[in-house]
Nanobody
Framework: QVRLVESGGGLVQAGGSLRLSCAAS????????MGWYRQAPGKQRELVAA???????NYADSVKGRFTISRDNVKNTAYLQMNSLNPEDTAVYYC?????????????WGRGTQVTVSS
């Protein structure tokens, strides 16, 4: 089993920055992708950013140029640096980790951290 613990959410004014962290523990040797989804009230959960163990990244169009995902494989921690935040970024942000070693992918999820951007 894999445990994910997020931190770094909070309230920030538009134009501000926040940095989210996601620390993974447990049976993490087969985790190849870590990333972040977010879910705003009344909306579906959407992918924000993801990073492979090799450092390849993927971003939602809405955050490109503003958010940066990174990963410390020694600390087993992923980070999401969020700059130029706007009220549309307000959501609960969920960290996930993916294990593709089996016949199908297994995903593990954190509990989520609230990000609120005021105008």
């Amino acid at each position: 089993q894999v445990r994910l613990v997020e931190s770094g959410g909070g309230l920030v004014q538009a134009g501000g920055s926040l940095r989210l962290s996601c620390a993974a523990s447990g049976f993490i040797c087969n985790i190849n992708v870590m990333g972040w989804y977010r879910q705003a009230p009344g909306k579906q959960r959407e992918l924000v950013a993801a990073i492979t163990s090799g450092g390849n990244t993927n971003y939602a169009d809405s955050v490109k140029g503003r958010f940066t995902i990174s990963r410390d494989n020694v600390k087993n921690t992923a980070y999401l640096q969020m700059n130029s935040l706007n009220p549309e970024d307000t959501a609960v942000y969920y960290c996930y980790a993916a294990d593709s070693s089996g016949r199908s992918e297994t995903r593990f999820w954190g509990r989520g951290t609230q990000v609120t951007v005021s105008s």
